[in-house]
């Protein structure tokens, strides 16, 4: 089993639809969990952490499944400039050592 | 404030050639990583330094690549001899604290560096 595994996409999306990504980890003494986002042919940059109790941060929702080792986010009322690759990321044996899955390409189409 | 720096940010080699990668992190940031980036792929842990200590190598083919942050600041990475499948992007990261301490710390990355082998 991949330490970090995530939908292979892509999804294409019109304008204004909800879409929803997931990812699972396969070490469940990890602790911390977080989204990165990547433009095309740019270095990936923090979109959000991953709380216990799920957190919201606008349009964005990331959630975390412990017991089944599954992290989500829900993207809603999809933007054009949410076109990215968005990346699982897991601080796999809790030393920081960020562990990022394969990324799943998000198109929004007009 | 300055971000994280790397050069150069384009290389061409052929195989079995030698190449070094540099990596100079935001300032006062204790943890870097270099991570290898393949087309299509996500980013993949080769190294992790806090300060100038290795905190994880696990996934570095120690055959052929070598990394070293002298003085805890900037930092190398080395391919040799270089093969057709280490042509990626290679990028340095840096966080503020990390390595030991299980923190929410954010990955700051730099441009990334290019490097196609012929």
């Known amino acids: 089993r991949k330490e970090v595994e995530q939908d292979p996409g892509p999804f294409n999306v019109p304008e204004g639809a909800t879409v929803a990504f997931n990812c699972t980890y396969s070490?469940?003494?990890?602790?911390?969990f977080f989204w990165y986002r990547q433009d095309c042919r740019k270095e990936p940059k923090l979109l959000m952490s991953v709380y216990s109790s799920g957190n919201e941060d606008g349009r964005f929702t990331a959630q975390l499944n412990r017991a089944s080792q599954y992290i989500s986010l829900l993207i809603r009322d999809s933007k054009l400039s949410d076109s990215a690759t968005y990346l699982c990321v897991v601080n796999y044996y809790n030393n920081n050592d960020m562990r990022f899955g394969a990324g799943t390409r998000l198109t929004v189409k007009p | 404030e300055a971000g994280v720096a790397q050069s150069p940010r384009y290389k061409i080699i052929e195989k079995r050639q030698s190449v070094a990668f540099w990596c100079n992190p935001i300032s006062g940031h204790a943890t870097l990583y270099w991570y290898q980036q393949i087309l299509g792929q996500g980013p993949k842990l080769l190294i992790q330094?806090?300060?100038?200590?290795?905190?994880?190598d696990s996934q570095l083919p120690k055959d052929r690549f070598s990394a070293e942050r002298l003085k805890g600041v900037d930092s190398t990475l080395k391919i040799q001899p270089a093969k057709l499948e280490d042509s990626a992007v290679y990028l340095c990261a840096s966080s503020l604290v990390g390595g030991g301490i299980a923190t929410n710390e954010k990955l700051f990355f730099g441009s990334g560096t290019q490097l196609s082998v012929l």
């Open positions: 330094f806090q300060n100038n200590g290795v905190v994880d």
């Open positions: 070490n469940s003494a990890s602790q911390s």
